[in-house]
Protein backbone atom coordinates (compact mmCIF):
# COMPACT_ATOMS: atom_id res chain seq x y z
CA UNK A 1 0.00 0.00 0.00
CA UNK A 2 1.42 3.31 -0.81
CA UNK A 3 0.20 6.83 0.70
CA UNK A 4 0.55 10.28 -0.53
CA UNK A 5 -0.35 13.07 2.14
CA UNK A 6 -4.52 12.91 1.83
CA UNK A 7 -4.89 9.60 -0.87
CA UNK A 8 -4.15 5.84 0.01
CA UNK A 9 -4.17 3.45 -2.78
CA UNK A 10 -3.85 -0.48 -2.38
CA UNK A 11 -3.52 -3.06 -5.10
CA UNK A 12 -6.25 -6.10 -4.29
CA UNK A 13 -6.90 -9.53 -6.26
CA UNK A 14 -9.71 -7.22 -7.70
CA UNK A 15 -8.71 -3.43 -8.50
CA UNK A 16 -6.59 -0.93 -7.65
CA UNK A 17 -8.14 1.20 -5.34
CA UNK A 18 -7.39 5.10 -4.58
CA UNK A 19 -8.96 6.50 -1.09
CA UNK A 20 -8.99 10.10 -0.41
CA UNK A 21 -8.85 10.50 3.50
CA UNK A 22 -9.61 14.34 2.62
CA UNK A 23 -13.00 16.36 2.65
CA UNK A 24 -11.89 18.72 -0.37
CA UNK A 25 -9.33 17.88 -2.92
CA UNK A 26 -7.55 20.78 -3.70
CA UNK A 27 -4.59 21.18 -6.26
CA UNK A 28 -1.58 19.39 -4.20
CA UNK A 29 -4.29 16.49 -3.22
CA UNK A 30 -5.44 16.11 -6.75
CA UNK A 31 -1.42 15.87 -7.98
CA UNK A 32 -0.54 13.44 -5.62
CA UNK A 33 -4.06 11.48 -6.30
CA UNK A 34 -3.02 11.00 -10.22
CA UNK A 35 0.57 10.29 -9.79
CA UNK A 36 -0.34 7.47 -7.03
CA UNK A 37 -2.91 6.05 -8.67
CA UNK A 38 -0.99 6.23 -12.09
CA UNK A 39 2.19 4.24 -10.50
CA UNK A 40 -0.03 1.83 -8.68
CA UNK A 41 -2.09 0.98 -11.98
CA UNK A 42 0.86 0.75 -13.85
CA UNK A 43 2.49 -1.83 -11.15
CA UNK A 44 -1.04 -3.74 -12.06
CA UNK A 45 -1.62 -3.61 -15.89
CA UNK A 46 -5.29 -4.35 -17.30
CA UNK A 47 -6.43 -4.14 -13.34
CA UNK A 48 -9.61 -1.56 -13.18
CA UNK A 49 -8.96 1.35 -11.02
CA UNK A 50 -11.54 2.79 -8.39
CA UNK A 51 -11.45 5.61 -6.65
CA UNK A 52 -13.51 6.19 -3.54
CA UNK A 53 -14.13 9.26 -2.97
CA UNK A 54 -17.14 8.83 -0.28
CA UNK A 55 -15.43 11.66 2.61
CA UNK A 56 -15.18 14.02 -0.62
CA UNK A 57 -16.92 16.92 0.26
CA UNK A 58 -15.65 19.21 -2.73
CA UNK A 59 -14.19 19.51 -5.90
CA UNK A 60 -11.88 22.16 -7.30
CA UNK A 61 -11.51 22.49 -11.05
CA UNK A 62 -8.10 21.46 -11.13
CA UNK A 63 -9.35 17.90 -9.44
CA UNK A 64 -11.96 18.08 -11.97
CA UNK A 65 -8.96 17.87 -14.65
CA UNK A 66 -7.18 15.50 -12.78
CA UNK A 67 -9.90 12.87 -13.05
CA UNK A 68 -10.71 13.44 -16.94
CA UNK A 69 -7.28 12.93 -17.75
CA UNK A 70 -6.94 9.42 -15.51
CA UNK A 71 -10.35 8.59 -17.51
CA UNK A 72 -8.67 9.29 -20.83
CA UNK A 73 -5.95 7.40 -19.63
CA UNK A 74 -7.07 4.10 -18.32
CA UNK A 75 -9.87 4.44 -20.81
CA UNK A 76 -6.97 4.16 -23.62
CA UNK A 77 -5.20 1.36 -21.77
CA UNK A 78 -8.71 -0.36 -21.80
CA UNK A 79 -9.70 -0.53 -18.18
CA UNK A 80 -12.12 0.34 -16.47
CA UNK A 81 -12.26 3.57 -14.13
CA UNK A 82 -14.75 3.77 -11.63
CA UNK A 83 -16.13 6.43 -9.01
CA UNK A 84 -17.23 5.21 -5.62
CA UNK A 85 -19.25 6.96 -3.03
CA UNK A 86 -19.94 10.57 -3.99
CA UNK A 87 -21.11 12.56 -1.96
CA UNK A 88 -24.28 14.78 -3.28
CA UNK A 89 -22.40 18.25 -3.29
CA UNK A 90 -19.31 16.16 -5.70
CA UNK A 91 -22.10 14.37 -7.82
CA UNK A 92 -24.03 17.21 -8.90
CA UNK A 93 -20.84 19.04 -9.79
CA UNK A 94 -20.21 16.37 -11.93
CA UNK A 95 -23.48 16.46 -13.24
CA UNK A 96 -23.75 19.82 -14.18
CA UNK A 97 -20.44 19.50 -15.80
CA UNK A 98 -22.09 16.64 -17.49
CA UNK A 99 -19.46 14.12 -16.76
CA UNK A 100 -21.70 11.90 -15.09
CA UNK A 101 -22.64 10.91 -18.23
CA UNK A 102 -18.67 9.58 -18.85
CA UNK A 103 -17.65 7.92 -15.51
CA UNK A 104 -18.72 5.06 -14.17
CA UNK A 105 -20.24 5.53 -10.77
CA UNK A 106 -20.99 3.64 -7.89
CA UNK A 107 -22.86 4.07 -5.05
CA UNK A 108 -20.27 2.42 -2.87
CA UNK A 109 -16.93 0.38 -3.34
CA UNK A 110 -18.91 -2.95 -2.47
CA UNK A 111 -21.07 -2.09 -5.52
CA UNK A 112 -17.98 -1.44 -7.81
CA UNK A 113 -16.48 -4.74 -6.72
CA UNK A 114 -20.10 -6.34 -7.41
CA UNK A 115 -19.91 -4.90 -11.21
CA UNK A 116 -16.15 -6.42 -11.12
CA UNK A 117 -17.50 -9.73 -11.19
CA UNK A 118 -18.19 -12.14 -14.12
CA UNK A 119 -21.62 -12.94 -14.63
CA UNK A 120 -21.58 -16.48 -14.19
Avoid at 26 to 39: F, Y
Avoid at 40 to 62: N, R, T
Amino acid sequence: MSQGREIVVDTTEEMVLGMFECTQVDDEHARTMQTEVAKAADGAPGMPVVLDMSKVEMLLSISIGVLVALLQKFKGEGRRFMLAGLQPKVRETLTICRLDKLFEICDTVEEARLRLRPVS
